[in-house]
């Protein structure tokens, strides 16, 4: 039978060497106005400020080129629905466009065919773009009304969020990649894009449990050495990257589901989100058809969990891994890197400078880390969960 596969995360921290150019920061004071034009995208502790100062950033414009990979967000967002005006027949031609351009399966296309019916969508995209005033409410409105597992739930979503990258055509994209048939899908294509809309704040915990129960989930990053991606894997990615608070539910329910394939994977994930909710949550696991010592495992981690201990004199400040932490939320991993030079167990300076205030950015960093969606961020996973326990976990949150 399967063990908690949680205990096989790889614990050292490794870093990506991707990053993105970033421009510099700018601070105010925390509580003081912020400037017309500019979001506050975190904190950090600044002694011009004596205290915590707010990190702002100008505020984005919107987009051209689809959003797949390329921003973060904070908060869990509530999507709003666009009040769009379509004249009659306005949309007639363009519904017939789609069920003669979607009118195929790519699970059962060989290579050729797929390349072929590619050409055929880039001809459609095109249109789009070239008439979206006119055309992007059409293809909102058919997205809405598609009942089926089309690969058009994929593909016009995508195409939508292209020309309109915005909160309502974001949550409508979660939606459809929910409801699409994933078979002949782009599978890191998809679980990629449900971890960036986690990361931004939108509930991708039902693509979660989707994946959980897809049985062919699995697929090679090409881009790192052929990695393998699999159930637990890819769960992680999603699960990892959204606000635990969302997560949590989804998890306890599919984690109390006997007979669930990936119950244990469940299980796992929901043992490493260290929030008072997911701690509350693990006291409701039925442990029935679980491995023998998974009650244990979970009785220990309440009750008795082998946490980090801080070193006495620690080799890196609080304001080096805040800021550290910020810019990995930002994209921007230069500070990070830095601070794993001159630190690589890093974790033990964490829990001996940071302080509870500073757990909401831990796990900002965490979900944004996660998101990248690789090996890399397994690790980065790993360590950062060491830090929440070790910093959350109070003997009076399990009584």
Known sequence: MKTLKISLLPLICLFSMATLAQDRNQVVCKGSPVPEGYAISGEMISDSCNGTAWIIKPKAGPRSRLDRFNSAASNTVSP????????????????QSIASTYN???ARMSEQQIKAQSARLDVFWNQVRQSRGLLGPCLRKALEQETSGSFFNI??????????????????????????????????????????????????????????????????????????????TGAVFIFGSMDEELATPVLLRMANQVGHPHRDDALAILMSQATPASLRALKQINAAGFPAGTSQSIRELLENPNLLKPRAHPKLTREEQLIAFQGIIDGDYSAFREMVMKAPDGEVDAIAALHPEDIPLVRLARRASISRCNQHALSDYASFTKILWALTWKPELVK
């Open 80 to 95: 709003v629905e666009r009040n769009e005006v379509i004249a009659p027949r306005q949309c007639d031609a363009f519904r």
């Open 155 to 232: 593909d016009g979503s995508m195409l939508l969020v292209d020309i309109d990258p915005s909160t309502a055509s974001k949550a409508l994209q979660v939606r459809k990649f929910i409801e699409a048939n994933l078979d002949g899908t782009d599978l890191e294509y998809w679980v990629k894009t449900m971890a960036r809309r986690g990361v931004e704040g939108f509930d991708t915990s039902e693509a979660g449990a989707k994946w959980l129960s897809y049985p062919r989930a699995k697929y090679n990053l090409a881009l790192h050495g052929g990695f393998p991606v699999d159930s637990f």
């Open 104 to 106: 195929f399966n790519p």
